[in-house]
């Protein structure tokens, strides 16, 4: 079994900063891609950032040049760090990994979410 954690989230101003991290317990045999995802109020749930095991990162174009995905191997960590941040921003933060477990079969693991609230 494969266990998310995120923390970090909270409230900050518009302009301000905040830095999520997620740590990835349990067994496996690789984690294929580490990403953070994020739910408005009355919206669908929406990618905001992935990074592959190389390192490569992608960004939903709202976050791009604001927000940066990074990972720590050595602690089975990830993070988002947040600048700039926007009202809009505001949502549950889900982090997530695309798992190779034990079996050989790829899942998909979710984290409790995080709450970030932007106030203007």
């Known amino acids: 079994q494969v266990h998310l954690v995120e923390s970090g989230g909270g409230l900050a101003q518009a302009g301000g900063s905040l830095r999520l991290s997620c740590v990835v317990s349990?067994?496996?045999?690789?984690?294929?891609?580490m990403g953070w995802y994020r739910q408005a109020p009355g919206k669908m749930r929406e990618l905001v950032a992935t990074?592959?095991?190389?390192?490569?990162?992608n960004y939903a174009d709202s976050v791009k040049g604001r927000f940066t995905i990074s990972k720590d191997t050595t602690k089975n960590t990830w993070y988002l760090h947040m600048n700039s941040l926007k009202p809009e921003d505001t949502a549950v933060y889900y982090c997530n990994s695309r798992t190779v477990i034990l079996t050989g079969t790829v899942n998909d693991y979710w984290g409790q979410g995080t709450q970030v609230t932007v106030s203007s």
């Open positions: 990074i592959t095991n190389s390192g490569s990162a």
């Open positions: 349990g067994r496996w045999q690789s984690i294929l891609t």
